[in-house]
């Protein structure tokens, strides 16, 4: 069974800086694309990022675009987002999820097979 677990979140000022983590155990990491979304409250789930398996295909939302980046260790079975040049509007949950097909960069909740719990973001003014 693939289990996803997000650590990093936390309380930021704006301008400042996180790094989420996503540990993935029980597949085969390395092989699956990865991606990150978030939600805020009263808000659906949004896409905000996406790697593929060897991390030659990335693609980031436009609103983080320049400010987020993604990356991956498959040695660690981690995908990570540092974000900075954080904004009070990049408050919310953050979700990792993983496409069993590694080839493929997708930005859409439904076309991910496996997401972790969240990790809080709130980013204060």
């Known amino acids: 069974q693939v289990q996803l677990v997000e650590s990093g979140g936390g309380l930021v000022q704006a301008g400042g800086s996180l790094r989420l983590s996503c540990a993935c155990s029980?597949?085969?990491?390395?092989?699956?694309?990865m991606g990150w979304f978030r939600q805020a409250p009263g808000k659906e789930r949004e896409f905000v990022s996406a790697?593929?398996?060897?991390?030659?295909?990335?693609h980031d939302a436009a609103s983080v675009r320049g400010r987020f980046t993604i990356s991956r260790d498959n040695a660690r079975n981690t995908v990570y987002l540092q974000m900075n040049s954080l904004k009070p509007e990049d408050t919310a949950v953050y979700y990792c999820?993983?496409?069993?097909?590694?080839?493929?960069?997708?930005?859409?909740?439904?076309?991910?097979?496996?997401w972790g719990q969240g990790t809080q973001v709130t980013v204060s003014s």
């Open positions: 790697i593929s398996r060897s991390a030659r295909t990335i």
């Open positions: 999820a993983a496409d069993r097909n590694g080839l493929r960069i997708r930005t859409e909740v439904l076309e991910y097979d496996y």
């Open positions: 029980g597949g085969t990491f390395s092989s699956y694309s």
